[in-house]
């Protein structure tokens, strides 16, 4: 399983002009529950949707709620547009930056990790998913990245905290790899920690630095070195995994 947990309902009441809406998420499976509304508002472009991912974007419950639907539910079509919808790239700039970068590199990271987990273990179905969820991750990381150059955010303090938040897990992902000392104060960084957390194997280090490369704008399916993701489970075969 990766990102989505069960759904749990939410109370109805009734707004100010008398139509029945959800009662205000607090919990993650509130969010969860919340969520796809917020994709069909992004999906449509209804006015007043950025103020609405505002208030998911300021907690934890609320980022994570959120990204574990536009990420990941098949039919979120708006998640898989060329460039992610204005309203959102306006909430994230307007989000607390250090917590919407981390969630936001996080996603790339994980789902990268867990596909190749799910392709090792011949489970196709699971890897397809997490493909979904990784390439809709690159994607949003790639336009905030670029939105950092050009565009109506330059300057914004969450673009720039995502493109500082890929590179320190750039910087983290390449040392493990390296084998090189990863408590040397030169290299020690958040995600550090964070991978070392999660215990991922070199094979899966090496989908996520493939994916970093993909957020910078390597071609998708390669990484810079050419390596393409059905690589990574003709590795598992080769070691007899």
Partial sequence: MHLLLSLLPSA???SRCGSPRMSAPSTFAEWVDAAPALCDALSAGEEGVAERLGSAF??????????????????????????????????????????????????????????CGHLRNGDADAAA?????????????????????????????SFGAVEQSLMELKQAVDMRLKKDDMFSDDYMNSWTSILEMWKYDEEMEQAIAAAIERCRGAEEGEDSAGMARGDFVG???QRGT
Avoid at 129 to 148: E, H, I, M, Y
């Fill in 12 to 14: 109805l009441v009734v």
């Fill in 129 to 157: 998913g997490s493909a979904l969820t990784n390439k809709r991750a690159v994607s949003l990381v790639r336009a905030l990245v670029q939105g950092q150059e050009s565009g109506p955010h330059v300057g914004r303090p």
């Fill in 58 to 115: 300021a907690t934890s419950n609320g980022r994570r709620g959120f990204f574990a639907t536009y990420l990941s539910a098949p039919d979120n079509s708006v998640a898989d547009a060329a460039e992610p919808p204005p309203a959102l790239l306006e909430a994230i700039a307007d989000a607390p930056a250090g917590p919407i970068a981390s969630i936001c590199v996080m996603n790339v990271a994980m789902s990268a990790a867990t596909e």
């Fill in 235 to 237: 590795l598992s075969a």
